[in-house]
């Protein structure tokens, strides 16, 4: 195992801390820099479990001096900062101060075959990361955020999602044409009409692979994607609320149409 190369900073006008700032503050810095700040031990192991290759590994001088790098795992490059410094970046707790810079992959194509949740111009990235969440945990494959979507890839996506982003086809910047060139049944998420969520079964089940299809926290599913989605689904709310928040819709959604897959297994 390589010995990683250590640079200690004490200063905040440091050139490298300045250059990770704009890549942990800023929302739209993975695009240009095209690489990701991983920060927690959660998200960090979760990216190394799936082959991510670290550029470059940032810790708190009191975590580094406490633990140390990984024991095992190669680290290449280590930021070491002290404890001030890195609670400028994130307020993490102390024995979670360290985080990773890794290169963002190359942008995939959309598979149009695989079960896939679009994202219809959900704005709130605590929202997306939760569907990032319930996308990964029941068996969907591929997300496809529609321009006007909150950055897949964008710091506050990436911490909401807690590891999902890894095991997810991600696109961003699709257009509506984009969607409708799925070859998966369209599903259409609605909160005045379509068919009852919890009474899609038999012969009304819900088919597999398909598309959710979820949308704008206030204005929902545009026209042009309600018109031509195969089925418009509901959630029944005996409790009198207007509308679910669209990261619990998506995780009822989805559970659904795992528990579909399930049934049809065990027939």
């Known amino acids: 195992?390589?010995?990683?190369?250590?640079?200690?900073?004490?200063?905040?006008?440091?050139?490298?801390?300045?250059?990770?700032?704009?890549?942990?503050?800023?929302?739209?810095?993975?695009?240009?820099?095209?690489?990701?700040?991983?920060?927690?031990?959660?998200?960090?192991?979760?990216?190394?479990?799936?082959?991510?290759?670290?550029?470059?590994?940032?810790f708190a001088q009191s975590r580094w001096e406490r633990e140390g790098a990984y024991s095992d795992f190669s680290l290449p490059r280590v930021m070491v900062l002290a404890d001030a410094l890195f609670d400028g970046l994130s307020p993490l707790a102390a024995d979670q101060k360290m985080g990773f810079v890794v290169d963002l992959p190359n942008a995939p194509q959309i598979d149009p075959s695989l079960a896939t949740v679009v994202l219809d111009q959900v704005q709130d990235a605590g929202n997306v990361g939760s569907v990032l969440r319930s996308a990964a945990a029941f068996g969907f494959a591929q997300v496809v955020a529609?321009?006007?979507?909150?950055?897949?890839?964008?710091?506050?996506?990436?911490?909401?999602?807690?590891?999902?982003?890894f095991a997810l086809r991600l696109v961003e910047s699709a257009s509506v044409a984009d969607a409708?060139?799925?070859?998966?049944?369209?599903?259409?998420?609605?909160s005045h009409q379509g068919d009852w969520l919890h009474q899609c079964e038999g012969a009304q089940s819900l088919p597999w692979p398909c598309a959710w299809l979820l949308g704008h926290e206030g204005q929902g599913v545009q026209a042009a994607l309600l018109d031509a989605a195969q089925r418009r689904v509901?959630?029944?709310?005996?409790?009198?609320e207007e509308s679910l928040n669209v990261a619990a819709a998506a995780a009822v959604c989805l559970h659904a149409s795992a528990a579909a897959q399930a049934r049809l297994k065990t027939t």
């Not at 506050?156 to 982003?165: D, T």
């Not at 409708?180 to 609605?190: D, E, K």
């Not at 509901?234 to 009198?240: K, L, M, Y």
Request: aromatic letters at 4%; charged letters at 20%; a positive charge.
């Open 1 to 58: 195992m390589n010995t990683p190369v250590v640079h200690t900073i004490v200063s905040r006008d440091n050139p490298a801390l300045k250059a990770l700032r704009v890549l942990v503050k800023d929302n739209s810095a993975y695009r240009k820099r095209g690489q990701l700040w991983l920060e927690g031990d959660h998200l960090c192991r979760a990216a190394l479990a799936r082959g991510w290759v670290v550029s470059q590994a940032v």
């Open 146 to 165: 529609l321009r006007g979507t909150a950055g897949l890839w964008s710091p506050k996506v990436v911490r909401a999602g807690m590891g999902a982003h």
């Open 180 to 190: 409708l060139a799925l070859r998966v049944p369209l599903i259409a998420t609605s």
């Open 234 to 240: 509901r959630i029944a709310q005996p409790g009198g």
